[in-house]
């Protein structure tokens, strides 16, 4: 939704191979099926990420880099505010996990 799903939506306008990295399954298939049917480009994929556990993000990482021959452009775009204090299951607070952590560790991941 909002502001990533306009960016996801103007990539695949413009032809490109296009990974929606989403928490929510069926959210992320909503998006999917929307960004096709405006713009034809059935090259959108779905993929499930959390970027508030270091394991979700190691596991799409290793997906992209099996997957995929190459990444040109990495948008991160997940971010929580105002929530109540939580700690994830790998004993991280959740808001710092999610905004810095998990996009820091997914960067360095890709980077190769």
């Known amino acids: 939704a ?12 413009r ?3 296009t990974i ?10 909503a998006a999917l099926e929307e960004i096709r049917a405006a713009t034809g480009n059935n090259a959108v994929v779905l993929r499930e990420l959390d970027t508030s ?3 979700s993000v190691r596991a799409f990482a290793r997906a992209v880099l099996r997957e995929e021959p190459r990444l040109d452009v990495l948008v991160h775009n997940a971010g929580v505010t105002g929530l109540p204090f939580a700690v994830t299951p790998e004993g991280l607070e ?3 996990a999610t905004n810095y952590l998990g996009p820091f ?7 190769g």
């Not at 929606?20 to 298939?29: D, M, V, W």
């Open 20 to 29: 929606l990295a989403c928490r929510s399954r069926e959210r992320g298939q």
């Open 15 to 17: 032809n490109a191979r």
């Open 105 to 111: 560790l997914l960067t360095n991941l890709l980077l």
């Open 2 to 13: 909002g502001i990533g799903k306009c960016v996801a939506l103007e990539l695949a306008r």
């Open 53 to 55: 556990s270091l394991a």
């Open 94 to 96: 959740q808001t710092f």
